[in-house]
């Protein structure tokens, strides 16, 4: 796939972008988002596939030749949260912002989807485009899963912007590139009293702060120094009056981590810390976890396949910092084999941030990685023997 194919589309795919970013939805909420998909991919003339989603669409390139089934990945919700860019095709939306560049995955992704389009008749199998809903909920992926939308897939590959990347670089790499996201809440149960007669009392103030003290133990004395994981303590609420020691008190955060045993090894360690000093000091602490989804893995065939992609697109492969931000992209990853990649956009500012942006020439290149990752995805899985280890690539 010529990059000079994809950027014959750049202006179109900017208008979409722009579009998008104007009338952003938050996670379940993207009907119009939608909608405005489905005419994009309809007017392409881009068959819809049939899935059971509330919001987002699943549809479908190639298939005029048997072959395998692969799947690209777009997410399309938005944040609650109100723009500070002043750019002139700023949210519409008071308190709502695509502050983390779905905008710019989706567009590119339909930007795949023309190009393979337009190919159809050669690709010797058919490529899925999820364009799933509520990724900032970290329930979307699951529930395109449910639908069935993964059944057949025999590899799938996404991306994000990375606004610390230069444009035309691509972060590529095996193994885990983002990380487990989990949060808890923690209620922390004492005795009130007046705050003169703090004898009177289990306070529960001093025991969530020796809790709290005692958590970052858990990184520097429980963690392996090749390892990695965070524990963040980012709420503590407690207390109605300056001269009242409250019953209770609460706190919340998370913890992110890129190897399964270490999540559950950090995890009976928080747990334990918490429920024990809680008791020494005659309180209890109870502990709600809010789990969120695993690492991103990915396959290091697919990996290496993706570098070369990249690199027949013209854009330069680097091996990236993983990331400790979580994505539900890892849930697809837990059933298919594939890649999620870190696509340079050269923003002025991290994701999630009110001034959010991301620069606009990547997305013809983004598109043409895709197309390309696709096609060659495509070619290497007809050559593959059928066995039980489908979606490897042959070595």
Known sequence: MSTSAAQSIQKQLVVIRRHLHAHPELSHEEVETTAYIREQLQEAGIRIAAFPLRTGIV??????KEGPLIAIRADIDALPIHEETGLPFASQVAGRMHACGHDFHTAAVLGTAFLLKEREETLPG??????????????????????????????????????DLPVGTIGIKEGPIMAAADGFVVEVEGRGSHAAVPEAS????????????????????????????????????SGTAWNVIPDKALFDGTLRTFDENVRTAVRERFERIATSVAQAFGGAANIRWLEGPPAVVNDGAWAEAARSAAGAV???????????????????????????????????????????????????????FFA???????????HTAQSSTKGKIPQ
């Open 314 to 368: 013209g854009l330069t492969p680097i091996t990236p910092l993983p990331s400790p931000a979580g994505e539900d992209f890892a849930f697809y990853l837990r059933e298919v084999p594939g890649l999620f990649a870190f696509l340079g956009t050269e923003g002025p500012q991290e994701w999630h941030h009110p001034a959010f942006d991301v620069d606009e020439k990547a997305l013809p290149l983004g598109a043409a």
């Open 59 to 64: 549809a479908e390139v190639g298939g005029r």
């Open 126 to 163: 058919t490529v899925r485009f999820l364009f799933q809903p509520a990724e900032e909920k970290a329930r979307g992926a699951l529930e395109v899963i449910a639908s069935g939308a993964l059944e057949g897939v025999q590899a799938i590959f996404g991306l994000h912007n990375k606004p």
């Open 202 to 237: 289990v306070d529960p103030l001093v025991i969530s702060a020796h809790i709290i003290t005692a958590l970052q133990t858990i990184v520097s004395r429980n963690v392996g120094a090749l390892e990695s994981a965070v524990v963040s303590v980012t709420r503590l609420n």
């Open 372 to 382: 390309k990752l696709a096609e060659d995805a495509l070619n290497r899985l007809t």
